[in-house]
């Protein structure tokens, strides 16, 4: 069972600055999803797109557009689930480096704001940490994130704010922050309330309707804003006692 | 790298603070309060002693502005939708003022 | 090597459902901040009349009639203010149970959200109704 469909993507190339949409008709079977008619106009037309594939199961979130206006995995998105003229078109926030490849590196480096690697503590008698069910439930959601910055594509705010952390790094925090082995909590959520954190945030709530793995980014900026002010209370209310410390040590 | 500064912005932190608190009070408060004013004059004849009406009623009026403009304030990034917005608010204002000063107007030359 | 920076468009908030919520949720503020506002003119209104008609008691009838003006409006404007507020509580206990520190499946929030709208609405009959006596 085939089934005719019109594909619009959207292209660009960088030597000459030209940006203009490439119509290619194809005939799809039911199980065909987006990445593979890609691969199909590719190979059978030669048509020479340009995009970024690895895995065709949704788990290393190379493969983000924007299909028909919402940003998805091409690999996790079926052809019969889309509406006839379907429209490719690349991650939006970001660079074009060509077609429908995106240079993420901007939002990628936010996330070493987030400190996103726990620190174990040695002076514990045993060596390993342990974590219990109950403790990885917590952290379960979010640490399923497998940063294919389709959140960020979706965020209004960091399109029209650059500084802005996005929702990709605030969610990242946050699971480190749950995880019971971490020991630089204070810290993380030091640069997470700082100037350019999660206050940019004004819950639009996009980042999560769009997340192929049911993160949750915008729930999560939000804890960590409840988190951030009884943080930012204490911090206030003892900065000597932290000197005084720091000058001990 | 990216700009951020480590180090942890108190007054933002807690302005929003504020913002979350005074938009609660304000969620489960202010329709009730807007109603009741609505049904009955309640201005001219406060039911509570005097100075705790006016107490009371500053305080509402605190919350219920505090939110709206932080609100205001942290969607400035749209100022396009937001100048459309604000056309039509003041053209109803600019409206009711035309109104006033016609009515006034005739008043004065005696047609009314 | 020249880059496409690919930003949103000026209609973006057309675009989605989400997008066009959240500026319904975030403009129930500017009608909250007409209402307000509108009370600082009536209660400044209040307070200017009563001082300078007790000093002034023969005043002339347009600087009355402009002082006065307020009064006409109240309907109005109460209106407007009572259209934001109900749109502000009801988008805002539905952003509510996103901001409890626990992780809490679709349907709990759902359940949460409900329960929120039924203690406002408790809370508000009750209200009213002690409001009410203590006027009559």
């Known amino acids: 069972m085939t089934k005719k469909y019109t594909i619009r993507i959207r292209r660009y190339d960088p030597q000459t600055g030209k940006n203009w949409y490439d119509i290619h008709n194809i005939y799809a079977e039911r199980r065909m999803t987006v990445l593979d008619a890609l691969n199909q106009i590719n190979e059978h037309e030669r048509a020479g797109i340009s995009y970024r594939s690895s895995c065709r199961m949704s788990i290393c979130g190379s493969c983000g557009t924007i299909v028909n206006g919402k940003s998805v995995l091409m690999c996790n998105t079926f052809l019969k689930d889309l509406e006839d003229p379907v429209t490719i078109e690349p991650l939006r926030n970001f660079a074009i480096v060509k077609d429908l490849v995106v240079d993420t590196d901007a939002a990628m480096e936010k996330l070493r704001d987030a400190l996103p690697y726990t620190t174990f503590s040695i002076t514990k008698s045993r060596c390993e940490s342990v974590q219990t069910p109950k403790q990885l439930e917590k952290i379960k959601q979010t640490s399923q994130c497998i940063k294919c910055m389709l959140c960020v594509s979706a965020c209004p705010i960091y399109g029209l704010d650059y500084n802005f952390m996005g929702p990709a790094a605030a969610a990242i925090a946050y699971r480190y922050n749950k995880d019971s082995r971490d020991h630089v909590g204070e810290k993380r959520l030091d640069s997470l309330t700082g100037r350019n954190g999660v206050w940019k945030c004004n819950f639009v709530g996009e980042c999560s309707n769009v997340c192929p793995k049911n993160v949750d980014p915008a729930g999560a900026i939000q804890k960590m804003k409840v988190m951030g002010v009884l943080h930012c209370i204490k911090s206030a209310l003892k900065p000597k006692l932290k000197s005084k410390s720091k000058s001990k040590k | 790298m990216s700009g951020n500064i480590n180090k942890p912005d108190i007054i933002k932190s807690l302005k929003w603070g504020a913002f979350s608190v005074t938009a609660t009070f304000c969620a489960f408060v202010l329709p009730v309060f807007i109603f009741t004013l609505l049904s009955t004059p309640v201005v001219f004849n406060p039911p509570l002693p005097d100075w705790i009406f006016i107490i009371v009623f500053l305080g509402v009026l605190f919350c219920a502005f505090y939110h709206s403009i932080y609100r205001i304030y942290a969607s400035d990034h749209d100022l396009q939708l937001k100048s459309k917005f604000l056309f039509w608010i003041g053209s109803i204002i600019a409206g009711i003022s035309v109104i006033e000063i016609l009515h006034f107007i005739l008043l004065k030359i005696g047609v009314l | ?136």
Request: hydrophobic letters at 55%; a positive charge.
């Open chain 3, 1 to 136: 090597m020249k880059k496409l920076a690919n930003t949103p468009a000026p209609d973006w908030w057309k675009e989605k459902p989400a997008y066009k919520i959240y500026y319904f949720r975030e403009y129930s503020g500017i009608l909250i901040a007409i209402w307000g506002l509108y009370w600082l003119w009536f209660i400044g209104a209040i307070i200017f009349s009563r001082i300078i008609l007790a000093y002034f008691p023969d005043i002339d009838p347009v600087f009355k009639y402009i002082l006065f003006i307020p009064l006409k409006y109240y309907f109005l404007f109460n209106c407007i203010g009572f259209i934001g507020a109900i749109i502000h509580t009801i988008t805002w206990l539905g952003v509510m149970p996103e901001i409890l520190p626990f992780n809490l499946s679709k349907k709990q929030r759902h359940l949460i959200f409900s329960l929120l709208i039924l203690v406002w609405l408790g809370l508000s009959t009750l209200l009213f109704i002690l409001l009410m006596n203590s006027l009559l």
